[in-house]
C-alpha cells in the first residue's frame, strides 16, 4: 500500500516570498505519479502541477515547481513570488502508474499574508 | 461543457436515514470515483468505477453502496446513514484508468449527520 505524509500542518508566508510545502511518499512502484493539488476556501480542488516518476526534470507550471527526489521519496512544492490568492490548502497525492486512485496526504494550510 | 457536478451542495440527514449523493459528468470520462475529506485526514477513497457496469471498493468502502448504470452518471448511496458519514464528498472523472491523467473534481457535498 501507497502512503503519503505531509509534516507541516500549516504554514505563512509573506506575499512575494517563496515558500516550500514538503511531501514523503512510500511506495513499492517503480512507475507511479505524483501530484500537488490546491484547495481554496471554495472547496474546490485545482490540480497544481505533476510528476512522472520516470522523469528526472522536476516539472514547473509558472510560478510552482517541484523538487522531486526519487530515492529520497521526497516530492516538495516550491512557490515562488506568493499571491495572496495562494492561500489554500494543499494536498500531495500518489497514483500508481496503471491505476487512477489517487492517495492524498493530509494537507498543508498555506496562508499567504501582506 | 459543465464538468463534474454534484447535488446536492449541502445536507442533512438524521441516523438512519438513507440518501443518494448524485455525481454527472459531461466528458465522456471511462473512470468516475468518489472520496471523502474528513480534517486531518486529507480525502480517502469510498468506491470508483471504471465504466457503466463496473465498480469497486476503496479505501472506505463500509456503509457505501454505488452503480454506474450508464457513463454520465455514478450515484452514492448511504442506506443508513451515521454520525461518523460527516464529511465533505468528493466526486471525481478522467478520461479512462491509468495513473497520469488528470482528475476533474466537482465542487463537493457537505453532509451532517445528526
Known amino acids: 500500500a501507497q502512503t503519503v505524509t505531509q509534516s507541516q500542518p500549516e504554514m505563512s508566508v509573506q506575499e512575494a516570498e517563496t515558500v516550500t510545502l514538503s511531501c514523503t511518499y512510500d511506495t513499492s512502484e517503480n512507475n507511479y505519479y505524483l501530484f500537488w493539488y490546491k484547495q481554496p476556501p471554495s472547496r474546490q480542488m485545482i490540480l497544481v502541477i505533476r510528476q512522472e516518476a520516470y522523469k528526472q526534470q522536476n516539472a514547473t507550471e509558472n510560478r510552482f515547481s517541484v523538487n522531486f527526489q526519487k530515492a529520497a521519496k521526497s516530492f516538495s512544492l516550491k512557490i515562488s513570488d506568493s499571491q495572496l490568492g495562494d492561500t489554500a490548502m494543499y494536498f500531495c497525492a500518489f497514483t500508481p502508474g496503471t491505476a487512477s486512485k489517487l492517495t492524498f496526504g493530509t494537507g498543508t494550510r498555506l496562508q499567504v499574508t501582506l | 461543457n459543465a464538468g463534474v457536478t454534484q447535488t446536492p451542495k449541502f445536507q442533512v440527514l438524521k441516523t438512519g436515514q438513507s440518501m443518494t449523493l448524485q455525481c454527472a459528468q459531461d466528458?465522456?470520462?471511462?473512470?468516475m470515483s468518489w472520496y471523502r475529506q474528513d480534517p486531518g485526514m486529507g480525502l480517502r477513497l469510498i468506491h470508483y468505477?471504471?465504466?457503466?457496469?463496473?465498480?469497486d471498493q476503496g479505501e472506505v468502502p463500509n456503509g457505501y453502496n454505488v452503480s454506474r448504470s450508464t457513463t454520465e452518471d455514478f450515484p452514492l448511496r448511504l442506506l443508513s446513514a451515521a454520525p461518523s458519514q460527516t464529511s465533505v464528498y468528493f466526486c471525481a472523472s478522467s478520461y479512462r484508468l491509468a495513473g497520469g491523467l488528470e482528475q476533474y473534481f466537482g465542487p463537493g457535498t457537505r453532509l451532517t449527520v445528526t
Open positions: 468505477s471504471v465504466g457503466a457496469g463496473i465498480t
Open positions: 466528458m465522456n470520462h471511462e473512470y
